[in-house]
């Protein structure tokens, strides 16, 4: 069995996959064994955001029943584990730092191999919950979109990047949290925005697409600025119920676009085969839609992750890890027989040593 830990910030997530079943053939879904999340979206709402010491606390509070339920379908037997893989960055120090002790403890106490992995290449992986990774062609174009994280990626091959875009400031998920949250929706406010969009008028403000001539750059800090200032405009008017909807399908246009424009430059420069979205706001209906049909002007295939593992999980963790470890089962297995024989020395594998990684480019893991 794999263990697969995600506390990269306000999810405790686990997951548990049958690492035999994937090394003969089984797609990854099928080799999902138990899965848990605890969200803490209760606990930061009254802040308006993540607290990064309650989150981490909550971590610690979280594992030991999270682990219990975890192993109920294996009748909590801890030892059937034989690989731990954890995320090590990016994220929140704190939350990071739980995870990746308990994972090592778990390493080291049963003598085995210890994956460590990047947050935001898991986002990636999550896709193979949708499509089999033998069915991955490159190159691929991929969108990576969440709370923490806004970029657009070459994928040449496996663990094979090269960073087109990125934000220079707010990601895009943050402004979608943060406009709402000057629109009166709290905390998290994103998934009620994109909602009431539904029923409103995109084209009724025109707020700014940022850096709209940079294909190299997001940029959402002034978006915010200008909501700001809309919501100071229209005063009482935005508790209107369709004013509200104006306003927030405006935002979710201004986001959305800027998006769609700089994949669209994207494709024109990589020639993608198939086009992944990933992150939390990959859950976003207008932006699947639109990427959509620009996936099939470019004659690409599309391919986003389900719903559940759209936003942080450790499945998505998991999915990467099965990849990273069939290839190089030999590796791994010489490993895990030196351990089990207590005569570990090796040093390509002395993950044990690492930190957790607060900053963890995407480009640090390509082979």
């Known amino acids: 069995m794999l263990l697969a830990i995600d506390t990269s910030c306000d999810e405790t997530a686990l997951s548990l996959f049958d690492e035999h079943d994937y090394f003969t053939g089984k797609r990854v879904a099928d080799c999902l064994v138990s899965e848990v999340v605890s969200s803490q979206v209760d606990l930061h709402a009254e802040y308006g955001g993540v607290v990064p010491e309650l989150a981490a606390r909550e971590h610690l509070v979280n594992f030991p029943h999270l682990l219990g339920a975890l192993l109920k379908p294996i009748n909590g037997d801890i030892e059937a584990i034989s690989s731990v893989a954890v995320t090590r960055g990016p994220g929140l120090n704190g939350c990071l730092l739980v995870g990746l002790c308990f994972g090592k403890g778990l390493a080291l106490g049963a003598r085995i191999p210890l994956v460590l992995l990047n947050h935001i290449e898991g986002h990636l992986f999550g896709a193979m919950f949708s499509a089999d990774f ?10 990576i979109v969440s709370g923490g994280h806004t ?14 875009a990125q934000t220079r400031d707010d990601a895009a998920g943050e402004a979608f949290d943060k406009c709402a949250s000057l629109i009166g929706l709290g905390y998290p406010g994103g998934p009620k925005l994109s909602k009431l969009a539904q029923s409103g008028d995109a084209t009724k403000y025109r707020l700014p697409i940022g850096l709209n001539k940079d294909n190299t750059s997001f940029s959402f800090s002034g978006l915010k600025t200008a909501v700001y200032r809309l919501v100071q405009d229209l005063d009482s008017e935005v508790e209107n119920e369709q ?27 990589v020639g993608a ?15 699947r839609k639109e990427l959509k ?23 998505m963790m998991g999915a990467l890890a099965l990849e990273i470890l069939k290839q190089d089962k030999d590796g791994y297995e010489s490993i895990r027989n030196m351990m089990r024989n207590g005569v570990y020395r090796g040093t390509k594998f002395r993950e044990d040593a690492a930190g957790a990684k607060p ?5 640090e893991v390509s082979n």
């Open 134 to 143: 033998n069915a991955f062609e490159y190159p691929a174009l991929a969108l």
């Open 151 to 164: 970029l657009l990626v070459n994928v040449k091959g496996f663990r094979q990047y090269e960073i087109i």
């Open 359 to 363: 900053r963890f480019p995407l480009t």
């Open 273 to 287: 085969k198939q086009l992944f979205l990933c992150g939390g706001v990959a859950a976003n209906a207008t932006l």
């Open 293 to 315: 049909n620009l996936a099939e002007e470019f004659s690409c295939r599309l391919i986003f992750p389900p719903i559940k593992y759209c936003t942080d999980n450790a499945s």
């Open 243 to 269: 004013v509200k909807a104006d306003v927030c399908a405006s935002v979710e246009n201004a986001i959305v676009v800027a998006l769609i424009e700089k994949t669209k430059a994207g494709l024109n420069a």
